[in-house]
């Protein structure tokens, strides 16, 4: 596809502004452009370099029962066309994001996610119970990639019933919408999705990180400490579309697109396959400007296309193929 030439956006004579709200479950943004987990810390950091409010929403840092100091370094290194991060989940814990972050994260006019973690189902659902009263969290996003502890460290995102089991648990103790972000890595993506889709998720995102890693041969030694570590960035981007092309076709939940989304066409290319929606991640680190550009390249695209809302294009990909 041609990347989109911005200054014709105006120039076109077509249609007024199309409307590009978009609804997740019972969570409504004005626009389909999320700024990913983990790449965009909790959003204060990024006050003085973009306007927040250009934003569909926000989905911070993943967040878990206790506070977790993560990895040691080196934990991220670059890639061609991405990178990998062996963070480790590092973050503050719930009640510390409760009372430090929340109050700032409220006032803010985007949606807030809180995207959420835990080493036991019992976990995930004490987190959701903590964050349910919570002002200003208007959805969970549930990251099952962490591995399971108590079953030997099988990521609960790899086998069905135990990623159906934590979102259960989410949904037992929240009232909040509900997004249940998967892994790539698994043999079928499908199952996966249809797992957390009858377990009463509202919604997928996907992908999560692909695990890889790094060796600097000099040394023989691996570049991350943690010796593996989460693939991201535009190397992803066609595993992340294929997925999302197929998760989109095989359940009827509104799905999220996520991997290497750096452009407006990057994010036309999901909603095309079939998001409602998409989430930027790696993109920040080197253009914190990147979603919010995405969404006038979206705007400049329907204008250009003739098209009035946006959700009048999701799905919309010819295959050719039945
Ligand atoms: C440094 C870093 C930290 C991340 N932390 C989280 C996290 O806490 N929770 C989560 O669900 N995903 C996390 N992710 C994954 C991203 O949200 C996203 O799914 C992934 O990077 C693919 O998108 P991208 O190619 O646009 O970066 C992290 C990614 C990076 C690069």
């Known amino acids: 596809m041609k990347e989109l030439r911005m200054e014709s956006a105006g120039n076109t004579g077509r249609g007024s502004t199309?409307?590009?709200?978009v609804q997740i479950g019972p969570l409504v943004l004005r626009n389909?452009?999320?700024?990913?987990?983990?790449?965009f810390g909790y959003a204060r950091e990024f006050e003085n370099l973009v306007d927040l409010a250009q934003l569909g929403a926000i989905i911070v840092k993943g967040i878990s029962l206790h506070?977790?100091?993560?990895?040691?370094?080196?934990?991220?290194?670059?890639?061609?066309?991405?990178?990998?991060?062996a963070i480790g989940l590092e973050n503050v814990g719930v009640d510390r994001f409760i009372s430090g972050k929340m109050p700032y994260l409220y006032k803010l006019s985007s949606p807030v996610v809180v995207n959420i973690l835990g080493d036991s189902v019992e976990e995930y659902s004490e987190i959701a119970r903590r964050l349910d009263r919570v002002e200003g969290v208007a959805a969970l996003e549930v990251n099952i990639s962490c591995p399971n502890v108590k079953k030997g460290g099988v990521a609960f995102g790899t086998v069905p019933e135990m990623a159906a089991r934590v979102t259960e648990a989410v949904r037992g103790g929240s009232r909040l919408p509900l997004i249940v972000k998967l892994s790539p890595n698994v043999t079928d993506i499908v199952l996966m999705a249809r797992a957390v889709a009858d377990a009463?998720?509202?919604?997928?995102?996907?992908?999560n990180t692909l695990i890889g890693m790094a060796i600097d041969p000099i040394s023989r030694s691996p570049r991350l400490a943690n010796v593996i570590g989460g693939l991201s960035g535009p190397a992803i981007k066609p595993v992340a579309l294929r997925m999302v092309w197929q998760v989109a076709q095989a359940i009827s939940l509104p799905v999220i697109g996520i991997g290497g989304i750096t452009t407006a066409n990057d994010a036309l290319e999901f909603l095309l396959a079939g998001a409602s929606a998409?989430?930027?991640?790696?993109?920040?680190f080197y253009d914190p400007s990147a979603a919010g550009n995405i969404v006038q390249g979206i705007t400049a695209y329907l204008q250009e296309q003739g098209e009035d809302r946006l959700v009048d294009i999701v799905g919309t990909l010819q295959t050719g193929i039945d």
């Open 32 to 39: 389909p452009v999320m700024t990913a987990s983990g790449t």
């Open 18 to 21: 199309p409307d590009l709200g």
């Open 200 to 207: 009463g998720a509202d919604a997928v995102s996907l992908i």
């Open 67 to 85: 506070p977790k100091p993560g990895n040691p370094p080196p934990r991220i290194v670059e890639t061609a066309c991405g990178m990998l991060n």
């Open 278 to 284: 998409v989430q930027v991640g790696t993109a920040n």
